[in-house]
């Protein structure tokens, strides 16, 4: 009997335990991965661009996209649209709280909006098209 007792304790120890550790591993980096996904440095989407609701909000990109696009293909320094994103950091403090210029910046360059070319920022051709798109969706259609 006592010889089953060691082997059920050495079966635990061996097998069992470590099994349990590597689950709660990963049920660990699993809530961390989620929390990281949660916490998106960007304050707005891209879907609310073209959501009536969220329109107001949309307005400091739209804004910075133009002024990008007024630069042409040169380009424009992330210092010259900077303006663009304190004001709407002053008007939303709501929204824009806890977010930097530069994750702003990023947002529109990892939705595909901008590309950088050294310290300058170009609209790309999906920038390009948002921008005339929603010209066209913002505008007034008679029925």
């Not at 947002?107 to 050294?118: D, K, Q, R």
Request: charge should be negative; charged fraction near 15%; include cysteine.
């Amino acid at each position: 009997m006592f010889f089953l007792i060691i082997l059920l304790q050495t079966f635990l120890v061996g097998l069992v335990l470590p099994w349990l550790a590597g689950l709660h591993a990963s049920i660990h980096s699993s809530r961390t991965r989620i929390q990281t996904l949660e916490a998106s440095p960007a304050p707005l989407s891209i879907g609310q661009a073209f959501n009536p609701i969220y329109a107001v909000l949309w307005e400091a990109p739209l804004a910075a996209l133009r002024l990008i696009e007024s630069s042409g293909p040169s380009g424009i320094r992330g210092a010259r649209v900077q303006p663009i994103f304190n004001q709407a950091a002053d008007c939303f403090p709501e929204i824009y709280d806890g977010y930097t210029f530069s994750q702003w910046l990023e947002f529109l360059e990892e939705t595909g909006l901008i590309v950088w070319s050294g310290d300058k920022a170009k609209l790309t051709p999906e920038g390009q098209a948002f921008l005339t798109y929603r010209f066209v969706t913002d505008t007034m259609v008679p029925s």
